[in-house]
């Protein structure tokens, strides 16, 4: 498999050598065109490796610790050899075998298994990296030395939730699920009962199954980090024109200053990077890094429908 690489180097007096920073990694797509000298391609990151079938079935036993799991698929149905993934991890375990079949996607399956321990699967340029989800913010950034424009905000509801309830898995021999419920305390801005109408609560709930959830603490766990995005959502989307920076990851929390002199705290989603300086002295187009869509367990299935005619 040919795969891109993208690096940024920076010249560092003060250590008087460049420095490597790895941008990204992935594989080109098959849309690619080319007019004149400028060839455009489209690339994915390392995990659409794993967004194909993995024909050759597997099967992982129940009892496996589910970071030694997601790292059995990663290795053997995608060949991935380089792993940022904690160590001495012995629990979770897997309360039920995980059996692949021929049409199952790999990342798909792995990324449940950390989803249920409300961990982040992704890539860091070449390597594939397991973490928990960043709780707080790892950097702010300098309104007058990084941020070059105005900060943007889109200020709305959509995404905003005030009550999360994770589902996990069913318990044997009942009918009832593994449940955790996370709200805001009666107090805070934008609880149900802040929200409220004639003494009515206003709930705005997002629910979630997730099978691979055997526990009460890793259902609450995952709920409470979610209703924290989703409060965050309030303030709704953050758009910034910053001086290029290689360390942005994406899931990292981070901070900046609004035109209205406020604090603003969001997730990064996307980011765009200028990669060169195109021949007639302009700015190339800029490479964006986004995630990608979640996809099935299994391809979709169609259904045949019949067709009767009228007599």
Same mark, same amino acid.
């Given at each position: 498999? !040919? ?5 940024h ?13 790895n941008?990204f990694?992935g ?9 004149? +000298?400028?060839?455009?391609v ?9 967004m ?6 597997l099967?992982?036993?129940?009892? !496996?610790p589910?970071?030694?799991a997601i ?25 039920r ?13 792995a ?16 390597v594939?990296t397991?973490r928990?989800?960043?709780r ?6 300098d309104p007058?030395?990084?941020i ?13 939730? +005030? ?16 449940r ?9 801005p ?23 959830i ?5 259902a609450q ?7 924290e +995005? ?8 953050a ?6 920076l ?14 209205d ?14 990669i ?8 190339a187009?800029?490479m964006?890094?986004?995630?990608h869509?979640?996809?099935?367990l ?14």
């Amino acid at each position: 498999t !040919t795969l891109i690489h993208v690096d940024h180097v920076v010249r560092v007096d003060d250590l008087g050598e460049h420095v490597h920073c790895n941008l990204f990694v992935g594989r080109p797509e098959f849309n690619l065109t080319r007019s004149g +000298d400028v060839v455009q391609v489209t690339a994915a990151d390392k995990a659409v490796l794993g967004m194909g079938q993995a024909w050759r079935p597997l099967h992982i036993p129940k009892h !496996t610790p589910k970071v030694e799991a997601i790292r059995r698929i990663l290795s053997e149905r995608m060949g991935e050899v380089r792993f940022d993934f904690p160590h001495g991890m012995d629990k979770p375990v897997l309360h039920r075998s995980i059996n692949i079949g021929r049409m199952g996607r790999p990342w798909a399956y792995a990324d449940r298994i950390a989803e249920s321990m409300d961990y982040q699967l992704f890539y860091r340029g070449n390597v594939a990296t397991l973490r928990p989800w960043p709780r707080r913010p790892v950097y702010t950034f300098d309104p007058s030395q990084e941020i070059v424009a105005a900060v943007e905000t889109d200020i709305r509801m959509r995404g905003f939730k +005030d009550l999360v309830e994770i589902r996990g898995h069913r318990v044997h021999g009942s009918r009832r699920r593994i449940r955790a419920v996370a709200r805001p305390n009666k107090s805070e801005p934008f609880s149900p009962e802040e929200l409220a109408f004639h003494d009515v609560p206003g709930f705005h709930v997002r629910r979630e199954t997730h099978p691979h959830i055997r526990s009460v603490q890793e259902a609450q766990r995952k709920a409470e980090r979610i209703l924290e +995005d989703r409060q965050d959502a309030v303030a709704g989307e953050a758009t910034l024109n910053i001086v290029p920076l290689a360390f942005l990851e994406e899931g990292d929390k981070y901070r900046a200053v609004t035109t209205d002199g406020d604090l603003a705290t969001f997730r990064l989603r996307s980011f765009a990077f200028p990669i060169g300086v195109s021949g007639d002295g302009g700015e190339a187009p800029a490479m964006s890094l986004n995630y990608h869509e979640r996809p099935p367990l299994h391809p979709p299935h169609h259904k045949l429908r019949r067709h009767h005619r009228g007599a």
